[in-house]
Protein backbone atom coordinates (compact mmCIF):
# COMPACT_ATOMS: atom_id res chain seq x y z
CA UNK A 1 0.00 0.00 0.00
CA UNK A 2 1.43 3.37 -1.14
CA UNK A 3 2.07 6.08 1.47
CA UNK A 4 0.28 9.30 1.42
CA UNK A 5 3.58 10.68 -0.04
CA UNK A 6 3.58 8.48 -2.61
CA UNK A 7 -0.48 8.29 -3.10
CA UNK A 8 -0.71 12.11 -3.75
CA UNK A 9 2.72 12.49 -5.88
CA UNK A 10 0.71 9.45 -8.25
CA UNK A 11 -2.17 11.81 -8.37
CA UNK A 12 -0.36 15.11 -9.02
CA UNK A 13 1.82 13.07 -11.99
CA UNK A 14 -1.38 11.67 -13.32
CA UNK A 15 -3.40 15.02 -14.09
CA UNK A 16 -5.32 15.47 -10.75
CA UNK A 17 -5.95 19.25 -11.12
CA UNK A 18 -7.87 20.28 -7.77
CA UNK A 19 -7.17 18.68 -4.84
CA UNK A 20 -8.05 18.74 -1.46
CA UNK A 21 -6.44 17.30 1.81
CA UNK A 22 -8.78 17.15 4.85
CA UNK A 23 -6.33 17.60 7.80
CA UNK A 24 -5.86 19.60 10.56
CA UNK A 25 -1.92 18.86 10.47
CA UNK A 26 -1.33 22.04 8.11
CA UNK A 27 2.76 21.78 8.88
CA UNK A 28 2.34 17.58 8.57
CA UNK A 29 0.87 18.57 4.95
CA UNK A 30 3.04 21.30 3.73
CA UNK A 31 5.71 19.11 4.32
CA UNK A 32 4.59 16.68 2.54
CA UNK A 33 3.48 18.46 -0.42
CA UNK A 34 6.99 20.75 -0.36
CA UNK A 35 9.04 16.95 -1.05
CA UNK A 36 6.59 16.23 -3.61
CA UNK A 37 7.37 19.22 -5.53
CA UNK A 38 11.07 19.25 -4.72
CA UNK A 39 11.62 15.70 -5.97
CA UNK A 40 9.82 16.32 -9.11
CA UNK A 41 11.25 19.82 -9.44
CA UNK A 42 8.05 21.79 -9.18
CA UNK A 43 8.11 25.46 -8.50
CA UNK A 44 5.60 25.85 -5.08
CA UNK A 45 3.63 28.34 -4.39
CA UNK A 46 1.52 28.28 -1.08
CA UNK A 47 -0.90 31.14 -0.44
CA UNK A 48 -2.64 32.23 2.93
CA UNK A 49 -6.13 34.11 2.92
CA UNK A 50 -4.84 36.20 6.05
CA UNK A 51 -1.14 37.38 4.44
CA UNK A 52 -1.50 36.00 0.67
CA UNK A 53 2.09 34.37 -0.82
CA UNK A 54 5.41 34.47 1.07
CA UNK A 55 5.74 38.43 -0.12
CA UNK A 56 2.57 39.37 0.77
CA UNK A 57 1.88 41.65 -2.52
CA UNK A 58 0.91 39.29 -5.13
CA UNK A 59 -2.66 39.11 -6.55
CA UNK A 60 -3.73 34.93 -6.39
CA UNK A 61 -5.03 35.02 -9.76
CA UNK A 62 -2.49 36.87 -11.23
CA UNK A 63 -0.08 34.54 -9.89
CA UNK A 64 -1.60 31.78 -10.84
CA UNK A 65 -1.69 32.83 -14.71
CA UNK A 66 1.59 33.98 -14.67
CA UNK A 67 3.16 30.69 -13.09
CA UNK A 68 5.34 28.13 -14.49
CA UNK A 69 4.45 24.67 -16.44
CA UNK A 70 3.90 21.95 -13.61
CA UNK A 71 3.58 24.29 -10.85
CA UNK A 72 1.77 23.34 -7.44
CA UNK A 73 -0.58 25.54 -6.00
CA UNK A 74 -1.01 25.33 -1.82
CA UNK A 75 -4.57 27.28 -0.57
CA UNK A 76 -4.32 26.93 3.16
CA UNK A 77 -7.69 26.90 4.72
CA UNK A 78 -9.11 26.56 1.79
CA UNK A 79 -13.16 26.54 3.56
CA UNK A 80 -11.74 29.92 4.51
CA UNK A 81 -11.49 31.25 0.37
CA UNK A 82 -14.51 29.52 -0.09
CA UNK A 83 -16.61 31.44 2.57
CA UNK A 84 -14.36 34.59 1.32
CA UNK A 85 -14.77 34.38 -2.46
CA UNK A 86 -18.40 32.60 -3.45
CA UNK A 87 -17.32 32.73 -6.99
CA UNK A 88 -13.93 30.76 -6.45
CA UNK A 89 -15.74 27.65 -7.07
CA UNK A 90 -16.84 28.87 -10.29
CA UNK A 91 -13.33 30.29 -11.01
CA UNK A 92 -11.35 27.42 -10.63
CA UNK A 93 -13.82 25.40 -12.97
CA UNK A 94 -13.34 28.14 -15.39
CA UNK A 95 -9.13 27.75 -15.36
CA UNK A 96 -9.71 23.77 -15.80
CA UNK A 97 -8.33 23.76 -19.44
CA UNK A 98 -5.86 26.34 -18.35
CA UNK A 99 -4.80 23.59 -15.73
CA UNK A 100 -4.63 21.04 -17.63
CA UNK A 101 -2.49 22.66 -20.50
CA UNK A 102 0.18 24.35 -17.65
CA UNK A 103 0.09 21.05 -15.87
CA UNK A 104 -0.81 23.35 -12.87
CA UNK A 105 -2.07 21.49 -9.65
CA UNK A 106 -3.74 23.15 -6.85
CA UNK A 107 -3.92 21.82 -3.42
CA UNK A 108 -6.30 22.91 -0.87
CA UNK A 109 -5.75 22.36 2.89
CA UNK A 110 -8.47 22.39 5.34
CA UNK A 111 -9.25 20.83 8.68
CA UNK A 112 -13.01 20.99 7.55
CA UNK A 113 -14.62 18.69 4.31
CA UNK A 114 -16.67 21.55 2.81
CA UNK A 115 -17.42 22.12 -0.75
CA UNK A 116 -19.45 23.93 -2.45
CA UNK A 117 -21.54 21.68 -4.59
CA UNK A 118 -20.12 23.28 -7.98
CA UNK A 119 -16.67 21.28 -7.11
CA UNK A 120 -18.02 18.20 -5.88
CA UNK A 121 -17.34 16.14 -8.70
CA UNK A 122 -13.94 18.47 -9.91
CA UNK A 123 -11.97 17.65 -6.49
CA UNK A 124 -10.14 14.56 -5.59
CA UNK A 125 -10.94 14.62 -1.48
CA UNK A 126 -7.70 13.06 0.35
CA UNK A 127 -8.08 12.66 4.24
CA UNK A 128 -4.42 12.93 5.45
CA UNK A 129 -4.37 10.14 7.48
CA UNK A 130 -2.61 9.84 10.95
CA UNK A 131 1.21 9.26 11.43
CA UNK A 132 1.91 5.54 10.69
CA UNK A 133 3.07 3.11 13.66
CA UNK A 134 6.89 2.77 11.49
CA UNK A 135 6.48 6.88 11.56
CA UNK A 136 5.94 7.32 15.34
CA UNK A 137 8.93 4.50 16.03
CA UNK A 138 11.24 6.97 14.35
CA UNK A 139 9.59 10.37 15.49
CA UNK A 140 10.58 8.80 19.23
CA UNK A 141 13.43 7.57 17.84
CA UNK A 142 15.11 10.81 16.89
CA UNK A 143 13.63 12.42 20.13
CA UNK A 144 14.96 9.26 22.32
CA UNK A 145 18.55 9.18 23.40
CA UNK A 146 20.57 6.84 21.95
CA UNK A 147 20.97 4.31 24.55
CA UNK A 148 16.70 3.89 24.84
CA UNK A 149 15.55 0.51 24.84
CA UNK A 150 14.07 -0.42 22.00
CA UNK A 151 11.25 -2.17 23.47
CA UNK A 152 10.42 0.81 25.02
CA UNK A 153 10.02 2.75 21.85
CA UNK A 154 7.35 -0.42 20.38
CA UNK A 155 5.50 0.51 23.34
CA UNK A 156 5.57 3.95 23.69
CA UNK A 157 4.67 4.43 19.96
CA UNK A 158 2.25 1.21 20.04
CA UNK A 159 0.08 3.53 22.52
CA UNK A 160 0.53 7.10 20.49
CA UNK A 161 -1.11 5.73 17.69
CA UNK A 162 -3.84 7.92 17.25
CA UNK A 163 -1.85 10.85 17.25
CA UNK A 164 -1.37 13.71 15.03
CA UNK A 165 2.39 14.32 14.21
CA UNK A 166 2.71 17.53 16.33
CA UNK A 167 0.53 15.85 19.53
CA UNK A 168 2.81 12.75 18.83
CA UNK A 169 5.86 15.07 19.26
CA UNK A 170 4.96 16.70 22.28
CA UNK A 171 3.82 13.63 24.09
CA UNK A 172 7.30 11.69 22.95
CA UNK A 173 9.22 14.79 24.52
CA UNK A 174 7.68 14.35 27.82
CA UNK A 175 7.86 10.44 27.66
CA UNK A 176 11.59 10.52 27.43
CA UNK A 177 12.11 12.81 30.18
CA UNK A 178 9.63 10.57 32.56
CA UNK A 179 11.31 7.16 31.51
CA UNK A 180 13.91 7.93 33.80
CA UNK A 181 11.47 7.12 36.82
CA UNK A 182 9.55 4.59 35.51
CA UNK A 183 8.05 3.11 32.04
CA UNK A 184 4.60 3.77 33.29
CA UNK A 185 5.17 7.51 34.15
CA UNK A 186 6.65 7.72 30.37
CA UNK A 187 3.10 6.02 29.48
CA UNK A 188 1.27 8.30 31.25
CA UNK A 189 2.47 11.36 29.36
CA UNK A 190 0.97 9.48 26.19
CA UNK A 191 -2.29 9.18 27.89
CA UNK A 192 -2.65 12.58 29.36
CA UNK A 193 -1.51 14.10 25.56
CA UNK A 194 -4.92 11.64 24.48
CA UNK A 195 -7.22 13.02 27.30
CA UNK A 196 -6.57 16.53 25.94
CA UNK A 197 -7.86 15.60 22.67
CA UNK A 198 -10.62 14.83 24.36
CA UNK A 199 -11.26 18.04 25.91
CA UNK A 200 -11.07 19.54 22.78
CA UNK A 201 -13.73 16.93 20.97
CA UNK A 202 -17.55 17.97 21.23
CA UNK A 203 -19.96 15.35 21.95
CA UNK A 204 -17.50 12.82 23.46
CA UNK A 205 -16.49 12.55 27.03
CA UNK A 206 -14.45 9.95 29.47
CA UNK A 207 -16.74 8.43 32.23
CA UNK A 208 -15.16 7.74 35.48
CA UNK A 209 -15.70 3.91 36.41
CA UNK A 210 -14.58 1.47 39.10
CA UNK A 211 -17.58 -1.24 38.22
CA UNK A 212 -16.61 -4.17 36.22
CA UNK A 213 -18.90 -7.40 35.15
CA UNK A 214 -19.31 -9.03 38.72
CA UNK A 215 -21.00 -5.94 39.68
CA UNK A 216 -23.96 -6.99 37.20
CA UNK A 217 -26.11 -9.25 38.67
CA UNK A 218 -27.68 -11.48 36.32
CA UNK A 219 -27.14 -11.70 32.19
CA UNK A 220 -24.96 -14.62 32.07
CA UNK A 221 -25.34 -14.75 28.49
CA UNK A 222 -23.96 -11.69 28.21
CA UNK A 223 -21.00 -12.37 30.60
CA UNK A 224 -20.42 -15.63 28.75
CA UNK A 225 -20.37 -13.89 24.95
CA UNK A 226 -18.26 -10.80 26.70
CA UNK A 227 -15.27 -13.59 28.10
CA UNK A 228 -15.17 -14.86 24.88
CA UNK A 229 -14.44 -11.88 23.28
CA UNK A 230 -12.11 -10.28 25.59
CA UNK A 231 -8.78 -11.94 24.42
CA UNK A 232 -9.68 -11.23 20.86
CA UNK A 233 -8.00 -8.10 20.72
CA UNK A 234 -4.67 -9.19 21.24
CA UNK A 235 -2.42 -10.18 17.86
CA UNK A 236 -2.90 -13.96 18.57
CA UNK A 237 -6.46 -13.39 17.90
CA UNK A 238 -5.71 -11.34 14.42
CA UNK A 239 -3.14 -14.79 13.01
CA UNK A 240 -6.11 -17.24 14.29
CA UNK A 241 -8.64 -15.37 11.64
CA UNK A 242 -10.43 -13.13 14.18
CA UNK A 243 -11.85 -9.78 13.21
CA UNK A 244 -11.88 -7.32 15.55
CA UNK A 245 -14.47 -7.35 18.42
CA UNK A 246 -16.86 -4.61 16.89
CA UNK A 247 -19.55 -4.20 20.03
CA UNK A 248 -23.11 -5.53 21.05
CA UNK A 249 -26.51 -3.47 21.05
CA UNK A 250 -28.19 -4.21 24.38
CA UNK A 251 -32.76 -3.92 23.80
CA UNK A 252 -34.61 -4.32 26.76
CA UNK A 253 -36.51 -3.04 29.36
CA UNK A 254 -35.77 0.29 31.70
CA UNK A 255 -33.96 -0.28 34.65
CA UNK A 256 -32.36 -3.90 34.46
CA UNK A 257 -28.80 -3.59 33.96
CA UNK A 258 -28.42 -2.38 30.02
CA UNK A 259 -26.33 1.10 31.13
CA UNK A 260 -24.32 -0.86 34.01
CA UNK A 261 -23.37 -3.75 31.11
CA UNK A 262 -21.32 -0.52 29.24
CA UNK A 263 -19.14 0.30 32.42
CA UNK A 264 -19.02 -2.89 33.45
CA UNK A 265 -17.45 -4.48 30.26
CA UNK A 266 -15.01 -1.43 30.13
CA UNK A 267 -14.14 -2.53 33.78
CA UNK A 268 -13.49 -5.83 33.48
CA UNK A 269 -11.25 -5.42 30.13
CA UNK A 270 -9.84 -2.30 31.54
CA UNK A 271 -10.88 -0.29 28.97
CA UNK A 272 -11.11 3.63 28.97
CA UNK A 273 -14.74 4.22 28.71
CA UNK A 274 -16.10 7.09 26.57
CA UNK A 275 -19.15 7.87 26.33
CA UNK A 276 -20.72 9.47 23.02
CA UNK A 277 -23.70 12.16 23.12
CA UNK A 278 -25.09 12.26 19.33
CA UNK A 279 -27.88 15.16 20.64
CA UNK A 280 -24.88 18.18 21.53
CA UNK A 281 -23.54 17.43 18.17
CA UNK A 282 -26.65 19.03 16.57
CA UNK A 283 -26.49 22.09 18.87
CA UNK A 284 -23.35 23.37 17.13
CA UNK A 285 -22.76 26.25 14.35
CA UNK A 286 -20.12 23.54 12.76
CA UNK A 287 -21.73 21.06 10.83
CA UNK A 288 -23.14 18.05 13.02
CA UNK A 289 -21.28 15.28 10.40
CA UNK A 290 -17.86 17.13 11.01
CA UNK A 291 -18.41 16.84 14.48
CA UNK A 292 -19.46 13.62 14.76
CA UNK A 293 -16.58 12.55 12.45
CA UNK A 294 -14.05 14.09 14.90
CA UNK A 295 -15.74 12.50 18.11
CA UNK A 296 -15.04 8.78 16.41
CA UNK A 297 -12.03 9.93 15.30
CA UNK A 298 -11.21 10.85 18.91
CA UNK A 299 -12.54 7.66 20.19
CA UNK A 300 -9.91 5.98 17.59
CA UNK A 301 -7.20 7.84 18.85
CA UNK A 302 -7.99 6.58 22.52
CA UNK A 303 -8.37 3.08 21.29
CA UNK A 304 -8.74 0.31 22.99
CA UNK A 305 -11.91 1.84 23.99
CA UNK A 306 -15.37 1.22 24.92
CA UNK A 307 -17.74 3.79 23.39
CA UNK A 308 -21.08 3.71 25.12
CA UNK A 309 -24.23 5.41 23.57
CA UNK A 310 -27.19 5.16 26.01
CA UNK A 311 -30.49 5.14 24.96
CA UNK A 312 -29.56 5.15 21.13
CA UNK A 313 -32.83 5.32 19.67
CA UNK A 314 -33.37 9.04 21.34
CA UNK A 315 -30.23 10.44 20.18
CA UNK A 316 -30.79 9.72 16.18
CA UNK A 317 -34.47 10.65 16.82
CA UNK A 318 -35.71 12.19 13.34
CA UNK A 319 -33.69 9.44 11.17
CA UNK A 320 -36.09 8.48 8.41
CA UNK A 321 -38.70 10.56 9.02
CA UNK A 322 -37.95 14.26 7.53
CA UNK A 323 -34.60 15.32 9.55
CA UNK A 324 -32.12 15.23 7.28
CA UNK A 325 -29.03 16.41 9.82
CA UNK A 326 -30.35 13.15 11.74
CA UNK A 327 -31.09 10.96 8.90
CA UNK A 328 -26.87 11.92 7.46
CA UNK A 329 -25.69 11.25 10.93
CA UNK A 330 -27.59 7.84 11.53
CA UNK A 331 -25.50 7.11 7.51
CA UNK A 332 -22.65 8.33 8.77
CA UNK A 333 -22.34 6.19 12.16
CA UNK A 334 -23.72 3.11 10.55
CA UNK A 335 -20.41 3.11 7.77
CA UNK A 336 -17.93 3.75 10.56
CA UNK A 337 -19.46 0.95 12.76
CA UNK A 338 -19.24 -1.33 9.98
CA UNK A 339 -15.85 -0.31 9.07
CA UNK A 340 -13.79 0.92 10.87
CA UNK A 341 -11.00 -1.57 11.88
CA UNK A 342 -9.53 0.37 15.56
CA UNK A 343 -10.07 -1.51 18.61
CA UNK A 344 -13.30 0.44 19.65
CA UNK A 345 -15.40 -1.85 21.70
CA UNK A 346 -19.09 -0.20 20.96
CA UNK A 347 -21.68 -0.75 23.72
CA UNK A 348 -25.59 0.89 22.62
CA UNK A 349 -28.33 0.61 24.98
CA UNK A 350 -32.09 1.21 23.86
CA UNK A 351 -35.81 1.02 25.53
CA UNK A 352 -38.17 1.81 22.81
CA UNK A 353 -38.03 -0.74 19.56
CA UNK A 354 -40.47 1.90 17.78
CA UNK A 355 -37.69 4.62 18.21
CA UNK A 356 -35.12 2.41 16.72
CA UNK A 357 -34.18 3.68 13.41
CA UNK A 358 -34.12 -0.68 11.58
CA UNK A 359 -30.61 -0.13 10.22
CA UNK A 360 -29.13 -0.75 13.40
CA UNK A 361 -30.65 -3.95 13.81
CA UNK A 362 -28.81 -5.21 10.22
CA UNK A 363 -26.62 -7.98 11.20
CA UNK A 364 -22.93 -6.98 10.50
CA UNK A 365 -23.64 -3.22 12.47
CA UNK A 366 -22.94 -4.92 15.82
CA UNK A 367 -21.52 -8.22 16.44
CA UNK A 368 -24.70 -9.18 18.18
CA UNK A 369 -27.68 -7.97 19.83
CA UNK A 370 -29.32 -9.09 23.43
CA UNK A 371 -32.54 -8.19 24.96
CA UNK A 372 -32.26 -7.90 28.13
CA UNK A 373 -35.60 -8.39 30.29
CA UNK A 374 -37.04 -7.96 33.66
CA UNK A 375 -34.49 -10.31 35.60
CA UNK A 376 -36.03 -13.73 37.04
CA UNK A 377 -35.86 -15.18 40.39
CA UNK A 378 -32.41 -16.12 40.76
CA UNK A 379 -30.92 -12.91 39.32
CA UNK A 380 -33.18 -10.94 41.47
CA UNK A 381 -31.38 -13.10 44.46
CA UNK A 382 -28.36 -11.50 43.00
CA UNK A 383 -28.57 -8.36 42.35
CA UNK A 384 -30.16 -8.05 46.37
CA UNK A 385 -26.68 -9.97 47.60
CA UNK A 386 -24.89 -7.53 45.48
CA UNK A 387 -26.57 -4.39 46.89
CA UNK A 388 -26.88 -5.24 50.05
CA UNK A 389 -22.96 -6.60 49.73
CA UNK A 390 -22.06 -3.14 48.30
CA UNK A 391 -23.61 -1.15 51.17
CA UNK A 392 -21.13 -3.72 53.70
CA UNK A 393 -23.51 -5.62 54.89
CA UNK A 394 -23.81 -9.42 55.37
CA UNK A 395 -26.47 -10.99 51.93
CA UNK A 396 -26.48 -14.11 54.78
CA UNK A 397 -28.34 -12.17 57.21
CA UNK A 398 -30.97 -11.34 55.41
CA UNK A 399 -33.96 -13.61 54.11
CA UNK A 400 -33.22 -12.11 50.06
CA UNK A 401 -34.26 -15.76 48.61
CA UNK A 402 -37.67 -14.67 49.89
CA UNK A 403 -37.69 -11.72 49.35
CA UNK A 404 -36.62 -12.06 45.28
CA UNK A 405 -39.41 -14.84 45.27
CA UNK A 406 -41.85 -11.42 46.46
CA UNK A 407 -40.47 -8.64 44.50
CA UNK A 408 -41.46 -10.60 40.61
CA UNK A 409 -41.68 -8.06 37.67
CA UNK A 410 -39.31 -5.92 39.45
CA UNK A 411 -36.61 -4.48 37.55
CA UNK A 412 -32.86 -3.84 38.69
CA UNK A 413 -33.05 -0.34 39.71
CA UNK A 414 -36.07 -0.89 41.37
CA UNK A 415 -34.67 -3.66 43.87
CA UNK A 416 -31.37 -1.08 44.49
CA UNK A 417 -33.94 1.38 45.40
CA UNK A 418 -35.43 -1.07 47.52
CA UNK A 419 -32.37 -1.60 49.48
CA UNK A 420 -31.47 1.87 49.68
CA UNK A 421 -35.18 2.82 50.72
CA UNK A 422 -34.90 0.53 53.69
CA UNK A 423 -31.34 1.69 54.69
CA UNK A 424 -32.77 5.54 54.88
CA UNK A 425 -36.16 4.11 56.89
CA UNK A 426 -33.22 2.20 59.30
CA UNK A 427 -30.76 5.03 59.42
CA UNK A 428 -33.90 7.42 60.52
CA UNK A 429 -34.31 5.28 63.40
CA UNK A 430 -31.04 5.04 64.30
CA UNK A 431 -30.57 1.26 63.61
CA UNK A 432 -29.65 -1.42 61.46
CA UNK A 433 -31.25 -2.33 58.28
CA UNK A 434 -33.65 -5.70 58.87
CA UNK A 435 -35.57 -8.13 56.82
CA UNK A 436 -39.27 -5.33 57.73
CA UNK A 437 -37.07 -2.92 55.96
CA UNK A 438 -36.71 -4.74 52.89
CA UNK A 439 -40.29 -6.34 53.22
CA UNK A 440 -42.09 -3.03 53.87
CA UNK A 441 -39.96 -1.15 50.95
CA UNK A 442 -41.43 -4.62 48.46
CA UNK A 443 -44.95 -4.04 49.42
CA UNK A 444 -44.77 -0.06 49.05
CA UNK A 445 -43.02 -0.11 45.43
CA UNK A 446 -45.13 -0.08 42.67
CA UNK A 447 -42.89 -1.37 40.04
CA UNK A 448 -42.73 -0.33 35.97
CA UNK A 449 -44.20 -3.49 34.80
CA UNK A 450 -47.35 -2.87 36.57
CA UNK A 451 -47.84 0.27 34.39
CA UNK A 452 -45.78 -0.80 31.12
CA UNK A 453 -47.28 -4.44 31.06
CA UNK A 454 -48.68 -4.09 27.83
CA UNK A 455 -45.49 -1.91 25.96
CA UNK A 456 -43.11 -4.96 27.93
CA UNK A 457 -44.81 -7.65 26.49
CA UNK A 458 -44.87 -6.45 22.92
CA UNK A 459 -41.06 -5.60 23.12
CA UNK A 460 -40.58 -9.29 24.08
CA UNK A 461 -42.59 -10.41 21.30
CA UNK A 462 -40.20 -8.38 18.84
CA UNK A 463 -37.64 -9.82 20.45
CA UNK A 464 -37.76 -12.96 20.74
CA UNK A 465 -37.42 -14.12 16.99
CA UNK A 466 -34.35 -10.83 16.67
CA UNK A 467 -32.33 -11.16 19.41
CA UNK A 468 -30.59 -13.53 21.80
CA UNK A 469 -31.93 -13.33 25.63
CA UNK A 470 -29.42 -11.88 27.60
CA UNK A 471 -29.90 -14.45 30.47
CA UNK A 472 -29.64 -17.96 29.94
CA UNK A 473 -31.72 -19.07 32.78
CA UNK A 474 -33.68 -21.25 31.38
CA UNK A 475 -37.04 -19.70 33.49
CA UNK A 476 -36.67 -17.19 31.71
CA UNK A 477 -37.20 -19.32 28.51
CA UNK A 478 -40.48 -20.03 30.51
CA UNK A 479 -41.21 -16.19 31.24
CA UNK A 480 -41.18 -16.04 27.33
CA UNK A 481 -43.59 -18.16 26.49
CA UNK A 482 -46.23 -17.68 28.95
CA UNK A 483 -46.55 -14.00 29.18
Known amino acids: MPTITEHLSE ?3 AGYRL ?33 GFSDGESPFWETLDAAPTGSIFVLLDAHLMLDIDPLLGRRLRDRKAFLAHQNITLVMISPLAILPAELEHEVYLAPLPLPTLQELKQMLGDAAPEDIDDAFIDTCAGQARGLTEQEARRAFGLAVQRQARSQEDALQALYEEKKQILKRARGVEVVDNDLTMDDVGGLDQVKTWLDQRREAYGEQARKFGLPTPKGLLLLGVQGCGKSLTAKGIAGQWQFPLLRLDVASLMASAVPAEELLRRAL ?13 DEIEKGFAGSGGGDDTATRLLGYFLSWLQEHTAPVFTVAT ?12 RRGRFDDLFFVDLPTERERLDILKLHIARRDRNPDQFELARFAESARNFSGAELE ?26 EFTVPLYRTQEEAIKKLREWAELRTRPASQDASLLTYFSST
Do not use: M
Open 350 to 361: ANNINLLPPEFV
Open 11 to 13: LIS
Open 417 to 442: QVVVAGLYRAFAEKRDLSDDDLKREI
Open 297 to 309: NTCEALAPVVLWL
Open 19 to 51: LYLHTAEEERALGIIQNIATAAFRQLYTYSPAS
